[in-house]
């Protein structure tokens, strides 16, 4: 390593002010600073100082993530030879899921850092590390068979749209990876739904066995079919249809875990979404008016993608509530928010994506008046004289 650092401070010049590549300044320090620990400090202010920047903190998230994306990977494989009929071993479905999820992986990274570059250059600025994160979550809320343009334009979008045109990474009010999503929902329904999207080559004409339908729970659940649910544990453990890296609520929970313990993540916003998520599936279940209604209220919590949204795309701390009454309010609601939308729009089982996007956009409002409240409490305990 430190061969490679006096190699990077030799051509460092080059690439400083009046240096022959004075242009590329943002990409040479966006390499630099992912070999190296940045050597900027502040020097003026009162802050505080720790190991832990920007570049750590999205590795650790990444790493929390690895759990639901190895897992996805072999569940990927697993589901489409339970659709041939045949039964494989460990590696061999994971090695397919891995040649299918790869490709997606690489174009979102590619692209988006490449979209991320570009602005950098053309303002001048820092390559920021937000798109680390963003980058392998795209790649796990999208269908496996997506088709690799489509999923090109639509990082392009979530970085153009939901992050630049705002200022860049901390500076967005919509989570990236969501918007993105949200995107392809919108502009090809064909290729975000239905009971053919879910299995690497049913799209694409594989004749699955009889009986075989390919249907995710919550397809099932909207259709009222609530018999034909997999069990219990199957949606908890995730082998069941969906997300690459949404089906497994254990997988997701030991990513949980990462982010709570290294302090990446709030438990408190975890902690009040899925209790949002519980008490509205019970409130439901009290009314009773459809099939879907009376699917237990704890089921709802492993079924699609609740539980992936309200750990790892609810906690970005740039898009959800900073004060932390907010952010109790904030899961709270995001999580009544998605079990309300995914029960009652018959058109879309799915309420996760929509209820987050929409929470993001109150988010600085229920921090406003947290403040507001904050103050006035404050105010009545202080005699003001005249």
């Known amino acids: 390593m430190k061969a490679l650092r006096r190699y990077v401070d030799k051509i460092k010049p ?154 860049g990474t901390g500076m967005n009010i919509l989570n990236p990876a969501l918007t993105a999503r949200a995107f392809l929902f919108f502009a090809y329904p064909g290729w975000m739904s239905g009971d053919q999207v879910w299995i690497a080559g049913l799209k694409h004409g594989l004749r699955a066995v009889d009986g075989f339908s390919g249907a995710t729970p919550l397809a099932e659940a909207a259709a009222g079919h609530l018999g034909n649910l997999p069990s219990a544990w199957s949606m908890f453990a995730g082998t069941i249809p969906g997300s690459v890296g949404e089906t497994s609520t254990i997988a997701i929970l030991i990513g949980a875990l990462i982010l709570i313990y290294t302090g990446v993540g709030s438990w408190k916003i975890m902690v009040s979404a899925f209790g949002g998520g519980l008490i509205m599936g019970l409130i439901l279940n009290l009314w009773g008016a459809n099939a879907y209604m009376q699917v237990p209220a704890w089921e709802h919590l492993v079924m699609g993608g609740f539980a992936f949204g309200m750990v790892f795309m609810v906690t970005d701390p740039v898009t959800a509530a900073q004060t932390e009454t907010g952010k109790w309010i904030y899961g709270f609601l995001t999580g009544i928010m998605a079990i309300l939308i995914r029960v009652l729009n018959p058109a879309y089982p799915e309420g996760v994506m929509l209820a987050i996007l929409l929470m993001n956009v109150f988010a600085p409002l229920i921090d406003h008046y947290v403040i507001e409240a904050n103050i006035k409490r404050r105010l009545k305990r202080v005699k003001v004289t005249a």
């Open 14 to 167: 080059n690439f400083e002010k009046g240096g022959k590549y004075e242009k590329l300044r943002s990409t040479f320090e966006a390499f630099e600073t992912f070999l190296f620990v940045p050597d900027t400090v502040t020097t003026r202010g009162s802050h505080i100082r720790d190991a832990n920047d920007m570049k750590r903190t999205m590795a650790l998230v990444v790493i929390a993530l690895v759990p639901a994306l190895l897992f996805g990977m072999w569940n990927v494989g697993h589901q489409h030879f339970l659709a041939l009929g045949e039964t494989t071993g460990l590696w061999q479905s994971f090695w397919f899921g891995f040649l299918k999820v790869l490709p997606l992986i690489v174009v979102s990274y590619v692209v988006g850092l490449g979209t991320e570059f570009f602005f950098a250059q053309v303002r001048g600025h820092e390559v920021n590390e937000g798109f680390l994160v963003s980058g392998i979550l795209i790649p796990m809320i999208v269908p496996v068979d997506i088709p690799l343009w489509m999923l090109a334009i639509a990082v392009i979008f979530a970085v153009i749209i939901g992050k630049e045109v705002f200022g």
